[in-house]
């Protein structure tokens, strides 16, 4: 009996066959128009409610919401999956520019929508929100009228929406652009190589120095060359967002992703509290790496290195096997899910030039699927990341019955599940390890996440809010965005490192993002909060997956301080819940300090 053999390249055409010459896929584009075009209508010919009698055709419109929302999703995961796996189509490019004006005119009538849901009277709305069918959506609706309560009128609104195609959502398309022409220069055995800035970062976890080294100085170099038109791209974009907020009398840079995330700023700023008061630890931990691979500092092409000589690699088949016998040992769903989403062909590895950086996980919901992206080259953390965006997927398929509207979870609790999946699989590879230096190899593969993610993410998150800062004061340079990402590096790494990267606002798209703002601190909540469900489910053993799955259901249709009580009875406003979270984390390092000290 010969083992299963999954295949490295996803299946598309189960979509849309064709790739971007796909007719299904413009005939699937004219119904999305065809769609969003009658909805639109509808709003625009909306008759006032004032009676509970009159909810009937807030209900048609709203199926006629979520079949636009779904179409229009369906095509944007497939034009990204194109764009992903090949940097060159040129086909995609103008899909996605199609997909951009069509979500443009959506969101535009989904603005009127929640405009309109403000001139309903309060009490006849709590008759609304709390009669079937719509009692079901009562957090979701209530949330869109409040939040239009503080926008801009129905006309200004429509019209910013207008003017985000091509001079707000365009500027995001650059980056990608420009990002896709970058090569970085590389010798190997004598023969020079160029390679695409994805396979370049894969080099950053080499365990030759002067690899590391080298690669470093010539994406420095990359980078810096387009250091330009890259700066002017997040200056456009920053600066359209902070006149979008003044329009609208808002403030703070952070109103709109606290939203988005619907936390309080009080839990995030107690997170960072927590995390900036436990970094000594961190610290010890990098001081502790310099030793051991021979050097007085880490510098930051270091950080990804892996301890010891040898290189643990991992084939993709070893990797997905381990995968679904470790979530086997968490949920017989999980699992089955898992064995699943390999045999289908949901997931993208191949190891092949013109691939877009990153890993991504992206939903099909009018076909119930997720298709899973990145570049799997063989070492542990790719393991981890192959788990990790597992855990997104998983998280799509626990809610798959929930109402669509229902289903529109923010970024930090969508961080949660992936980083559980991650958990499960890096510390099975730590207890499973057959000694104790691969041991040290495994955990030291842990704790370079934590680092990412309490470090690497806090340097972001400061180089975020102080870029905003000087944007409202005009145009930021290349050597002001170079000295503002230094000081955020120096800080949040404690001045831990001997060289920086000044240029990381450049090389990393999630700055560049023009879908959600600050794409940084959700992924260090999402971390910290997943290690607070873990360590009960550690506790409960395998009978926690039927808690876990209610937890992920409810992570859309409340804010996460409701979430934390309601599932795990704890207040996220409060240090004790983080200062456990991250004790998690420092006991791993204290395991690598104790077992490195003779070393």
């Not at 001139?119 to 239009?148: C, G, H, M, Y």
């Not at 819940?577 to 390092?589: G, M, N, T, Y």
């Amino acid at each position: 009996m010969t083992a299963t053999t999954y295949s490295e390249v996803w299946n598309l055409d189960v979509f849309f066959k064709g790739g971007s010459d796909s007719p299904a896929l413009q005939e699937h584009l004219l119904q999305t128009e065809e769609l969003i075009n009658q909805f639109e209508a509808k709003v625009n010919n909306w008759t006032p409610i004032s009676s509970l009698e009159d909810a009937k055709y807030l209900q048609e419109l709203l199926a006629d919401l979520e079949g636009s929302m779904k179409k229009l999703i369906q095509a944007g995961a497939f034009v990204g999956c194109l764009l992903a796996q090949n940097t060159e189509d040129k086909k995609a490019y103008s899909l996605d520019a199609k997909v951009t004006s069509l979500n443009a005119t959506f969101q535009t009538a989904l603005g009127s929508l929640d405009n309109l849901l403000t001139t309903i009277e309060d009490t006849v709305w709590e008759q609304i929100v709390n009669s079937a069918p719509l009692k079901d959506l009562a957090f979701v609706l209530t949330e869109s009228r409040e939040k239009a309560k503080e926008k801009l009128s129905k006309e200004e609104e429509a019209l910013i929406s207008a003017l985000e195609v091509d001079g707000y959502h365009s500027w995001g398309q650059l980056y990608d652009l420009i990002v896709s022409k970058i090569k970085v220069s590389y010798t190997e055995n004598g023969e020079e190589k160029l390679l695409s800035v994805g396979q370049a970062s894969n080099k950053f976890s080499s365990s030759d120095r002067s690899v590391r080294s080298t690669v470093f100085k010539n994406w420095e170099k990359s980078w810096g060359e387009q250091a330009d038109f890259l700066a002017k791209t997040l200056n456009h974009l920053s600066g359209f967002r902070l006149n979008v907020y003044k329009k609208r009398g808002w403030e703070d840079v952070l109103k709109e992703p606290l939203g988005i995330n619907r936390m309080k700023k009080e839990t995030l700023e107690t997170m960072w509290a927590v995390i900036s008061e436990n970094k000594q630890k961190l610290v010890q931990y990098l001081e502790r790496k310099a030793k051991l691979l021979g050097l007085d500092k880490l510098s930051w092409f270091d950080l990804d290195a892996p301890y010891g000589k040898t290189e643990t690699k991992v084939s993709y088949q070893e990797g997905a096997k381990f995968i679904e016998e470790n979530f086997a040992l968490f949920g017989d769903k999980l699992a089955s899910f898992t064995k699943s989403a390999f045999e289908e062909q949901w997931i993208e590895a191949e190891d092949r030039p013109g691939k877009a950086p990153g890993g991504f996980c992206t939903g099909f919901p009018e076909s119930e699927q997720s298709r899973i992206f990145m570049t799997y080259s063989g070492t542990p953390s790719n393991v981890s990341t192959l788990a990790h965006e597992l855990g997104h997927a998983f998280h799509s398929f626990a809610m798959r019955d929930v109402p669509f509207l229902n289903c529109n979870y923010a970024m930090n609790v969508a961080e949660t599940a992936s980083t559980f999946a991650e958990m499960i699989v890096a510390d099975a590879a730590v207890k499973n390890a057959i000694d104790e230096e691969e041991k040290l190899v495994l955990l030291d593969d842990k704790i370079q996440r934590t680092v990412a993610l309490l470090m690497n993410i806090h340097a972001r998150y400061l180089f975020e809010t102080r870029l905003y800062e000087e944007r409202k004061q005009g145009t930021v340079s290349v050597e002001k965005l170079n000295e503002l990402m230094l000081e955020a590096q120096k800080e949040a790494y404690c001045d831990a490192l001997e060289e920086y990267h000044p240029l990381f606002w450049a090389s990393k798209l999630h700055f560049f993002i023009t879908g959600v703002p600050f794409y940084n601190f959700p992924y260090t909540f999402g971390y910290l909060f997943s290690l607070g469900i873990y360590a009960e489910a550690l506790e409960e053993g395998k009978g926690y997956e039927e808690k876990y799955i209610a937890l992920l259901r409810d992570t859309a249709s409340m804010t996460v301080e409701e979430l934390a009580q309601k599932h795990l009875q704890v207040d996220l406003t409060q240090k004790d819940f983080w200062e456990k979270a991250v004790h998690i984390c420092l006991d791993d390092i204290d395991e690598f300090l104790e077992l490195t000290e003779k070393k």
